[in-house]
């Protein structure tokens, strides 16, 4: 992957530092930027920008690096792909996924520019599941954006999920998000919750900090 297959896309590294090492994010970073290339898209490409979640999730996993290593990981909606990058590097298995074949080709060009090798990648419709592989995690930062999708969500954590298997989400604290957890705790789920703050990464709010909920179930 090199970053003329993506000429076209409007690219900017982001420089990200997680557990003392500076990381090469490749990303969409302006809201104008966004919108100009939308038009190439049946769903407008938010998995191009670097979300405050992916951040959030991969400094969770190089603070806990057990939480991953030697363990089969899938990343949903996985986007530039920070934290599954951040996994790999911690000796996980990596697959990662997304319903855009520019957002996995960016991915792949982090995965590139960060000397990272050995990540697997493969596109995904959640209303049309079709991996059966059976992971030991399954991350997923940001995705709950969508009510219409949540119970495609929640299969697959009931499928590909081993029994014994640790969910971590992380999540900007939408409402829609809060309905989802909500709902697999009435369906007896538990889960550990902590608030992460984190610098902006992405011009579509403010400039202030933004605390991220990290859920764990597992």
Same mark, same amino acid.
């Given at each position: 992957?090199?970053?003329?297959?993506?000429?076209?896309?409007?690219?900017?590294?982001?420089?990200?530092?997680?557990?003392?090492?500076?990381?090469?994010?490749?990303?969409?970073?302006?809201?104008?930027?966004?919108?100009?290339?939308?038009?190439?898209?049946?769903?407008?490409?938010?998995?191009?920008? %670097?979300? !405050?979640? +992916?951040?959030?999730? $991969?400094?969770?996993?190089?603070?806990?690096?057990? @939480? =991953?290593?030697?363990? *089969?990981?899938?990343?949903?909606?996985?986007?530039?792909?920070?934290?599954?990058?951040?996994?790999?590097?911690?000796?996980?298995?990596?697959?990662?996924?997304?319903?855009?074949?520019?957002?996995?080709?960016?991915?792949?060009?982090?995965?590139?520019?960060?000397?990272?090798?050995?990540?697997?990648?493969?596109?995904?419709?959640?209303?049309?599941?079709?991996?059966?592989?059976?992971?030991?995690?399954?991350?997923?930062?940001?995705? %709950?954006? !969508?009510? +219409?999708?949540?119970? $495609?969500?929640?299969?697959?954590?009931?499928?590909? @999920? =081993?029994?014994?298997? *640790?969910?971590?989400?992380?999540?900007?604290?939408?409402?829609?998000?809060?309905?989802?957890?909500?709902?697999?705790?009435?369906?007896?789920?538990?889960?550990?919750?902590?608030?992460?703050?984190?610098?902006?990464?992405?011009?579509?709010?403010?400039?202030?900090?933004?605390?991220?909920?990290?859920?764990?179930?597992?």
């Amino acid at each position: 992957m090199t970053f003329d297959q993506l000429r076209d896309t409007p690219l900017t590294m982001a420089p990200v530092v997680i557990a003392g090492r500076q990381w090469r994010v490749w990303c969409v970073e302006q809201q104008d930027d966004l919108l100009s290339i939308s038009q190439r898209f049946e769903h407008l490409p938010y998995g191009l920008l %670097l979300w !405050e979640s +992916a951040v959030a999730l $991969a400094q969770r996993l190089a603070e806990a690096p057990e @939480l =991953v290593a030697n363990k *089969r990981v899938l990343e949903l909606g996985a986007g530039v792909g920070l934290p599954g990058l951040v996994a790999r590097t911690l000796g996980a298995q990596v697959w990662q996924t997304d319903r855009l074949e520019e957002v996995l080709r960016t991915a792949a060009l982090n995965e590139r520019a960060n000397g990272v090798t050995g990540v697997h990648r493969f596109l995904g419709d959640w209303t049309r599941w079709a991996d059966t592989r059976r992971y030991d995690v399954i991350l997923a930062a940001d995705i %709950l954006y !969508e009510t +219409a999708a949540h119970a $495609a969500v929640a299969s697959i954590l009931n499928t590909n @999920l =081993v029994p014994g298997g *640790r969910m971590l989400l992380a999540d900007p604290g939408r409402p829609q998000a809060m309905e989802f957890l909500c709902k697999l705790e009435d369906e007896g789920r538990r889960f550990d919750v902590s608030v992460r703050r984190v610098p902006p990464t992405c011009p579509l709010g403010s400039r202030e900090e933004v605390d991220i909920l990290l859920v764990e179930r597992g």
